[in-house]
């Protein structure tokens, strides 16, 4: 389990949640890349040097959870390039939502679909 891992093996920093939505397209991996964008937009994280005395970013261990339709599709690299710094990993889980939108032609849209995606991105540190 996943919070057994933190912690024993890592000290965790912060949490951010975040939410993604591709309106046109029907690509689980757009909504999903934007949740994680979201989850990190508006953070710093000066204590990772500070406090917890880290000499660079990568460093952090970054663990990305991620409710979204249709997560086999998901293309995981694509995701994970969001995040500029850390050991990065992801869990993708059946969620999220599925939304009647409007399907616009010159938008390559397959259907009326919108997909939307929730992240929680962990920032945490090695235990010593």
Do not use: C
Not at 11 to 37: F, N
Not at 46 to 70: K, R, S, T
Not at 81 to 105: D, H
Request: no cysteine; proline share 5%; hydrophobic share 50%.
């Amino acid at each position: 389990m996943l919070l057994e891992r933190l912690t024993v093996a890592h000290k965790r920093l912060i949490i951010e949640m975040g939410m993604g939505v591709d309106q046109h397209g029907q690509d689980p991996t757009v909504a999903a890349a934007r949740a994680v964008r979201n989850a990190i937009a508006h953070n710093a994280l000066p204590g990772v040097w500070e406090v917890a005395g880290l000499d660079h970013p990568n460093e952090m261990i970054v663990e990305v959870q991620i409710a979204v339709p249709f997560p086999d599709q998901v293309r995981q690299e694509d995701v994970l390039a969001v995040l500029p710094f850390g050991q990065k990993s992801l869990n993708l889980t059946e969620g999220g939502m599925v939304v009647a939108g409007r399907a616009i032609a010159e938008l390559d849209d397959k259907n009326d679909d919108m997909y939307v995606a929730i992240a929680a991105v962990t920032v945490s540190i090695s235990s010593p």
